[in-house]
């Protein structure tokens, strides 16, 4: 409440001092801020004149309504403050306008960011400053950049002693190796074997196993670590291998694993010697200059320099995970291979640690006589991530999808591709490639769930064949191009994987290979229904609204 004090006079007569309203002068007039019930009170006890003797309505409304703008009062004009807000809105707008276009990021990311901002006013310049750019911080590209120089000597020797002749490469995919290694420094390696498991029982045997038998070292490196069924198990292999010797480190993404590493079950590790680093840790300080969801998405087994295992599946056992999501069980696939390939991937965990640890890094070694021994198999380690060529994934499969000449087979639990993608899949359909997308029916991301059958229309118009999963949330990612090219590992087919995390992938020139995912397809194709265009288009206005609404972001999801 405002209350105006005035000048007053006093009554002989009554013995009191009362307020004359008639004394109210423009040099006189206070302004005083009181709680007003309090300060009625106070003021009827004092004069309780004051509560019963009426006042002439005018002289009332002098006193509650004097002019504002007289010496000594605050002025507030809502017209001003309207006008500094819009003022500020469009600066706003402005800077982050011109630091878009600046930045360049892909056309869709740029015009959905710049929809955001001009839409939300000041919140939306907030989500861009926190999740418009693929800021590492300052530090940690430095750090990125002394330690690929450091393994650059490294990856230059297993180039020059174990890189793959031409002539075992594929003449289709030649090129795309070739892309791959003049990008990523990694070149194609023969001599490897592999074992291809579709059962998370089957993986967690194998692993143990390997962990038991171990030498010398056994780094991992994943995403999502959950406590629980088969995952404890690895814990105990690996508190077993520590105390005996075994150089055990662990590297967890601080989102993904959160839990995990909060857990009890870090200190038993650390109390037997298991070395335990958090991945890109998260904190509110942290967050201001360094992009929170930028997270490093890879799953990596290095024993030995000998053994190595990557795909899809996270330390979780599926039976233990998100059953409260709805989507049922996730299915993975994962590969177990022997030979040269697996010191590359141990060298991209050793390069992940240095980075995290601030420690100068140590490239792996192995003994090449042996390596080369383990099998015919040529394959190639293509690391990605925001750090020094985050465009790297994008433009490789860009590039194996217009190679295509017969035939692709892709699956992902994340469909959400950009215009560049969607376009290379409808040159391949509409040249009479053989173009299949195996995608979970239900799906644990509503935003995802919009967002990717928005494009289904399109691509089913034409030629592409679309299958929806029903046995669980599909996880597995995999590209298989002619029978004879695959693309197998960590990267989804969303923009989130393709620009913003850190990611590893097999690039596999093999029939053997190829001849195995193709029947872990039929397999997935087995327990699918395929979609149907016209029963498609059937479907409701108020969904194909949501759908299109939800495929504007989703170059931000």
Known sequence: MVFLGCSSSTNKKAGRRVTDAKGVSATSARIFYLQPWLSRSKSEARHPNLATKPHHPTKNLSLYHAPLHRKGAIHIDANVISTIVLAMHWSIIVLLSVRVIMVRPPVGVSLAWLMVIFSIPFFGAFLYLLFGERRLGRHRAERTVAVAKAFAPWQADLRREHSAKPTQVNPGFRHLAHQAERVLGFSPEPGNSFELFDNFQTVFDSLVRDIDNAQSICHMCFYIWHEGGRADDVI??????????????ILADGIGSKKFLESKSIAQLRKAGVEVVTALPIGLIRTLFVRR??????????????????????????????????????????????????????????QDWAVETKKPG???????EDATTAGDVVMQVVPSGPDRHPDAIHQLLLTSIYAAQRSIVMTTPYFVPDDATITALLSAALRGVDVTLIVPARNDSILVRYASVAHFDDLMSAGVRIAAFKGGLLHTKSLAIDGAASIFGSVNLDMRSLWLNFEISLFVYDESFNARLTELHQKYLADSDWMDLEEWRRRPFRRKFAENTFRLIGPLL
């Open 236 to 249: 105990a292999a690996l508190e077993r291998a520590a105390q005996r010797g075994v150089e055990c480190r």
């Open 293 to 350: 969801d930028l997270r490093n998405h890879r799953k990596i087994v290095d024993i030995d320099n000998a053994i190595a295992y990557t795909g899809s599946q996270n330390l979780v056992d599926p039976r233990f995970f998100k059953q409260d999501s709805g989507v049922g069980e996730w299915v993975d696939a994962v590969v177990r291979i022997t030979g040269p390939v697996a010191v590359s991937l141990g060298g991209v965990f050793a």
């Open 362 to 368: 140590e490239p792996p070694s192995a003994n090449r």
